[in-house]
């Protein structure tokens, strides 16, 4: 299996921005839909965004549509969270997996996430 390692998690205030990364083990990563998860205290894991193996596609929860992109660099098996305008809400871990599919589904292993505060 793939493995993941998230990075780029911090402390920001509402309304400010933050990359996240997620390094890829392994060229296959780039086969793969890929997909970005979050889990914040208290509540169950959820999906945020997905992008399809070439780029070509991309799909994203409700909750932060209009905010943030998803996008890869196969060249370096690299996934990557642009997160603009963001909201207390979004506080949680976030993690990224594959083989994933549009719609959230994943069946890849889970990396250690990286942690994104948004307080003021």
């Known amino acids: 299996q793939v493995q993941f390692v998230e990075s780029g998690g911090g402390l920001v205030q509402p309304g400010g921005s933050l990359r996240l990364s997620c390094a890829a083990s392994?060229?296959?990563?780039?086969?793969?839909?890929s997909g970005w998860y979050r889990q914040a205290p208290g509540k169950e894991r959820e999906w945020v965004a997905s992008i399809t193996n070439g780029g070509g596609r991309t799909n994203y929860a409700d909750p932060v549509k209009g905010r943030f992109t998803v996008s890869r660099d196969n060249a370096k098996n690299t996934m990557y969270l642009q997160m603009n305008s963001l909201k207390p809400e979004d506080t949680a871990d976030y993690y990224c997996?594959?083989?994933?599919?549009?719609?959230?589904?994943?069946?890849?292993?889970w990396g250690q996430g990286t942690q994104v505060t948004v307080s003021s």
């Open positions: 392994g060229s296959i990563f780039s086969i793969y839909t």
């Open positions: 997996n594959a083989p994933s599919t549009l719609g959230g589904r994943a069946s890849g292993s």
